[in-house]
């Protein structure tokens, strides 16, 4: 198992509501929230760098749009 490592993290408040809707939302704790989106972030940063789009699609209109990273 590989070993664990704290870190303090100052959020504002915006973005400590946000963790907290989406912690009570999911129903897991803060910490799988940050691991989660930590895990899609590098999911999404490694099909970009090969040169993959990512979009979002409406299922009932087809619209189409697409996110673009900084």
């Known amino acids: ?5 704290t870190m303090t993290l100052n959020l504002t408040d915006a973005e400590m509501r946000a963790l907290d809707e989406l912690s009570a939302r999911k129903d897991v704790s ?4 940050l691991r ?4 899609l ?8 760098e090969r040169g993959e ?4 699609e409406n ?3 087809k619209e189409k749009a697409e996110l673009m990273l900084v």
């Open 30 to 33: 803060k910490t799988a929230v």
């Open 1 to 5: 198992m590989t070993a664990k490592r």
């Open 53 to 56: 789009k990512l979009l979002f």
């Open 36 to 39: 989660q989106a930590l895990r």
């Open 59 to 61: 299922e009932a209109t």
């Open 41 to 48: 972030y590098q999911a999404v940063e490694a099909r970009v």
